[in-house]
């Protein structure tokens, strides 16, 4: 199975999406087809067997709309033969996404088309690189944001243009109904009868085929397929005002005297007003995609590169791994690897949310996309292009915004039937009013019928779920939340219980001392680490860690002895300083000074003992020390109406001190890695919605089995293929944003579909008649506003996600 994306351009609401989706669904081969209507793209998965690109390409350009294909060139280096030339075609062929590669050996160029949604222009020169040969573009192809933008500059055009033509015609339409001395004006100037008439239906035939043509050549190609979408709705509702008044003046006589009207003021005002309600929707929609947007911009679209000895400027297409990349000062990392040389400060906030620069010196890891604060840095790329880190944030940010969530699943069974329900409606009224309506019938049967036609709004249907899923993801992204899907969302929101991993997540996950009973303790510790120094035991690392936070001086050890599972034993400025267990100090005759072994075992960590020539000079408490922000996250959860619960594989008593220290009262305690899926599964049949936190490494089993998995992680390993949710940032805080972030995007949502069920559900009657026996009626102008507001308002609803703020235990 080969996944792609693909780009859709023409897509106006639900009815579209639906459309497309269908018709690739249908296609042999296909097994799987989500088309997104707020990203306008298309996410299919199929078997290259059955079915190639092309026929997907086709399948969307029949049903209506423009698949987004981009074409470049590519100068390819150290050909020799045609060999050369099949071996650089079939490496670019074999890329999903790569519609067409053809490879010139005489011209030394590659020309190819391809899906850019799929496939970018780094990774096909990264794929001629991987097969032997140099490659780097002719001319740099067309950026998905500069598609964007020109669209919107196009559409703004004829957004003023639909006006300003639109408005004479309202005034000529207007002024000559309602004034009588203006009627009486342009009368006596007029040169022949219903001069001012033909004037306005020229302006008109100008507006509907200038601006209005967007939508009129896809509206009558969905009728085409039997699939009518909102483009239908405004085509059909304008085209009859246009038609009707065109044939009151070409032919009156086919009329009587009281339904001789003219409706080209509804006609083009109407296409002006839905026209720029698409513009402020396609503004609004283009906030929506900033955090990816964001994201890319901190890619870096060049490198500086030592290679043989020089330094060479190249495109971040062209760097491989194991190249030397030279990183100045203030310059963004290029790719992920290695110090090789030099000594800075890197900004990793994009990453770990740190403010503070972390200091990078040889042998360091670092990552894409941050930033070089002072020195000259050395580094040796380990992965670039689409295997760096900050093009996993995105690939995943992308991924949760492209899928469909349950709640979507009301909307489009709507939608299916939404459209030609609302020709239907549109007919009924046109036909009633005709027949029952006061004289001249045709005038309110015709506004009643293009007032349906046009107030009806699937676009907001459409629009209500991805919409906030594209904000919400997008915000949790820049807070250090990565969503896997957009289905994790929803099932985030819901979930009552939540099941915490204790070493790693609830706890640092490793040992440090937290507790020193000596009556000189800076001494013990001085002995403790100096006869720990020679010993590679993580007790001993935590020693000689809390020694090196004191800045003490560790004298030097010899005659050093260790004994496993016991203790350890040296000579230190000539005396012997053992330091190991309480049961085995009194093996060694040791002198316990008031120190009772059982009294040692109540802590919840371990005591290691210090004697020096026999006598006990104190002990040392060592456990796994909880992150600071544990307890405020517990509290805090259950504020959040939410059972916590503490799973871990240690000991029952060493569990109870630490649950008891945060405050949680369901311990799972000395529980195998294998079986905390057990646990998840327990809840799971009690009727609980369980989400699994934990750190990623122990508790896949776990995180796949919890209704939502979360992963802590560090920013520089982000990949959880477990987990639903990943929390870059490596604060437990992360949990507390995510259920937050989950929950208002789900109001949202709700709230989304609520204003656009209703919306249409109130006006769709108003606009058919059902409030004229009260003297309200929708005018067909009015009604395209509505709709064009309609939509704005659920994007602009989904926008207020934008201002989600991370949660922050108090100081």
């Known amino acids: 199975m080969v996944d792609v994306e693909i780009g859709i351009e023409g897509m106006t609401c639900a009815s579209c999406s639906s459309r497309v989706e269908r018709t690739l669904s249908r296609l042999p081969g296909v097994r799987a087809a989500v088309v997104n209507l707020s990203t306008e793209h298309a996410a299919v998965q199929y078997d290259p067997a059955q079915i190639s690109p092309d026929a997907l390409i086709t399948a969307i350009a029949e049903s209506g709309y423009t698949p987004v294909i981009a074409e470049t060139e590519l100068v390819i280096e150290g050909m020799t033969c045609a060999s050369c030339v099949g071996r650089v075609e079939r490496s670019l062929r074999r890329l999903p996404g790569v519609l067409e590669a053809t490879v010139n050996l005489a011209t030394e160029r590659a020309a190819l088309r391809y899906l850019p949604d799929t496939v970018d222009q780094n990774t096909l020169i990264a794929a001629v690189t991987a097969a032997g040969y140099g490659a780097r573009p002719v001319q740099g192809d067309v950026a998905v944001a500069d598609r964007k933008a020109q669209a919107i500059r196009t559409m703004r055009r004829d957004v003023i243009l639909a006006v300003v033509l639109a408005v004479p015609i309202l005034l000529l339409s207007m002024g000559m109904a309602l004034v009588p001395a203006v009627d009486r004006l342009l009368s006596g100037l007029e040169p022949f009868p219903q001069f001012w008439a033909w004037v306005q239906a020229v302006l008109a035939t100008i507006v509907l085929a200038g601006p209005g043509r967007r939508f009129f050549r896809p509206g009558f190609l969905a009728y085409r397929h039997l699939s009518p979408d909102m483009n239908s709705l405004v085509a059909t509702g304008t085209g009859a005002a246009w038609l009707y008044s065109m044939l009151v003046l070409v032919a009156p006589d086919w009329f009587p005297a009281s339904a001789r009207h003219v409706y080209f003021d509804s006609a083009a005002v109407v296409i002006a007003a839905v026209l720029f309600g698409k513009y402020l929707e396609e503004l609004a929609k283009g906030r929506t995609s900033a955090a990816i947007k964001q994201l890319l911009g901190l890619q870096a679209k060049e490198a500086h590169v030592l290679r043989d000895g020089t330094e060479l400027q190249v495109a971040i297409g062209a760097v491989v791994p194991g190249d030397q990349v030279v990183v100045r000062p203030g310059e963004r990392l290029p790719v992920d690897g290695v110090v090789v040389d030099g000594d800075s400060h890197v900004d990793t906030a994009m990453l770990t949310g740190e403010p503070l620069p972390e200091r990078k010196k040889q042998g360091d890891p670092v990552v894409g996309g941050t930033v070089n604060r002072e020195g000259r840095l050395l580094i040796r790329a380990t992965s670039v292009g689409q295997g760096t880190v900050l093009a996993q944030i995105i690939r995943l940010v992308e991924q949760a915004q492209t899928g469909k969530l349950p709640i979507q699943g009301l909307a489009d069974r709507v939608v299916r039937i939404f459209t030609p329900l609302v020709i239907l409606i549109a007919l009924l009224s046109f036909f009633f009013w005709l027949l029952f309506g006061p004289p001249p019938a045709i005038t309110l049967a015709m506004l009643s019928a293009v007032a349906v036609l046009v107030v009806a709004c699937p676009c907001a249907m459409g629009l209500a779920t991805p919409a906030a899923v594209m904000v919400g993801t997008g915000r949790a992204a820049e807070l250090g939340v990565l969503f896997r899907k957009g289905a994790a969302l929803e099932a985030l929101a819901a979930v009552d219980t939540v099941c915490l991993d204790k070493t790693g997540t609830l706890t640092y996950g490793r040992p440090a001392v937290t507790r020193i009973d000596a009556a000189d303790p800076a001494y013990l510790l001085q002995m403790a680490a100096a006869v720990e120094s020679a010993s590679e035991h993580p007790l001993a690392q935590a020693v000689l860690a809390a020694a090196g936070e004191r800045h003490l001086d560790i004298p030097a050890v010899g005659d050093f002895t260790a004994f496993p599972g016991k203790g350890v034993r040296g000579r230190v400025d000539g005396v012997t300083v053992l330091a190991g267990t309480p049961a085995w100090m009194e093996e060694q005759g ?207 609803n989904s926008l207020r996600l934008k201002r989600l703020q991370p949660w922050a235990a108090a100081p």
Not at 683 to 704: M, R, T, W, Y
Request: proline share 3%.
């Open 590 to 796: 040791v002198v316990m000074a008031g120190f009772s072994t059982g009294d040692l075992q109540q802590t919840g960590g371990t005591n290691v003992c210090v004697a020096r020539d026999g006598r006990l000079l104190g002990l040392l408490e060592i456990s796994d020390v909880a992150r600071p922000e544990s307890a405020q996250v517990v509290r805090a959860l259950g504020t959040l109406g939410l059972r916590v619960a503490m799973v871990t594989g240690d000991a029952e008593a060493a569990a109870r001190v630490i649950a008891g220290r945060l405050g949680i009262d369901d311990i799972y305690a000395q529980v195998l890695p294998q079986d905390k899926a057990e646990i998840v599964r327990r809840l799971q049949a009690e009727g609980h919605k369980v989400v699994f936190v934990g750190e990623g490494i122990n508790d896949s089993p776990a995180l796949a089995q919890a209704d939502v998995g979360m992963a802590l992680a560090s920013g520089t390993d982000i990949a959880m293929e477990a987990a639903d949710i990943t929390l870059t940032h490596g604060d437990l805080g992360g949990v507390i944003t995510a259920i937050q972030a989950a929950r208002q995007s789900m109001r949202t949502i709700r709230g989304n579909l609520f204003w656009a069920f209703f919306y249409n559900i109130l006006l769709i009657p108003v606009a058919a008649g059902v409030a004229i026996p009260l003297g309200i009626q929708l005018n067909p102008m009015l009604a395209g506003v509505a709709m064009g507001l309609s939509s704005v308002f659920v994007l602009s």
